[in-house]
């Protein structure tokens, strides 16, 4: 008898590498037991050495995806990661707001792990003002949390603070990723409008961690689709990504990617 699985959605960057984007996605979601659907934003020529050419879709295309995906699957989640410009981030977010899509987590992804700009710098506000709003979970990182916010973050008191600004956005929640500041722990700040949470883990010392955002933000929107609470959900994809970080892949010549699928041999 055929199963009956819960459906994510996963818009943003096709990696041509595999170990981020919606590649990395997909690969969450069915390791935590939700069927992936996707609608690609941008094409990426990449490998574990970095970025070497990016080729952006038109929103018209992009919204395609999601009103096909949309008009036959029941969508439990979604998650937005490289929109890449401010078109398709208004158009995403219209469209999301008027299928009245629910635990919807954005993962800004404006830098790839190489530094190459993938988010339009006009498409900072747009995000902001359509999508935000719209967010059960938010999950910038350090740079990422600096440029939404207008200013840099340096420290844990830093993320503390734009933690809270960034909630005032419209986000049910913001998770300040702090893997950058470096130290024995990696630590993220939880913040929901009420709980102020500080979310540690021991370090996993690897320098393949390629994919890491895109897995921590999918396993959060495919928790959510199983039906986990929003704290309960972000707390295991915060177990989730030190796994996959564990046991990441030593593949090609830069940075391999985290691997989502522990239990695959």
């Known amino acids: 008898m055929s199963e009956r699985w819960p459906v994510a959605l996963a818009v943003g960057g096709s990696d041509s590498g595999g170990g981020a984007g919606v590649q990395a996605d997909l690969k969450t979601f069915f390791s935590l037991g939700v069927h992936g659907v996707c609608a690609i934003a941008s094409v990426t020529s990449q490998n574990t050495l970095g970025v070497v050419a990016r080729h952006d879709l038109p929103a018209q295309v992009v919204v395609s995806q999601v009103e096909a995906v949309l008009d036959d699957f029941e969508v439990a989640a979604a998650k937005t990661g490289m929109l890449a410009t401010a078109a398709v981030a208004r158009a995403v977010a219209a469209l999301l707001k008027e299928r009245g899509i629910r635990n ?89 409008g009420t709980e102020l949470l500080e979310l540690r883990s021991p370090r996993v010392k690897t320098g393949d961690d390629h994919g890491t955002g895109c897995v921590f933000s999918a396993a959060i929107a495919a928790r959510l689709a199983r039906g986990e609470g929003l704290q309960e959900a972000v707390r295991g994809a915060k177990e989730d990504i030190t796994v996959a970080l564990r046991r990441s892949l030593r593949l090609g010549a830069g940075r391999g990617p985290v691997n989502p699928l522990p239990r695959v041999r």
């Open 104 to 192: 919807l987590v954005v993962d800004p992804v404006v830098f790839s792990s190489g530094g190459q700009r993938l988010l339009d710098a006009d498409a900072v506000a747009v995000m902001a003002e359509h999508l935000l709003p719209l967010a059960a979970a938010f999950t910038p990182n350090l740079r990422e949390a600096s440029l939404f916010a207008g200013r840099e973050i340096l420290d844990a008191a830093g993320m503390r603070a734009v933690a809270r600004e960034l909630r005032e956005l419209g986000p049910a929640c913001v998770v300040v990723k702090g893997g950058h500041l470096g130290g024995e722990d990696a630590t993220d700040i939880y913040y929901d």
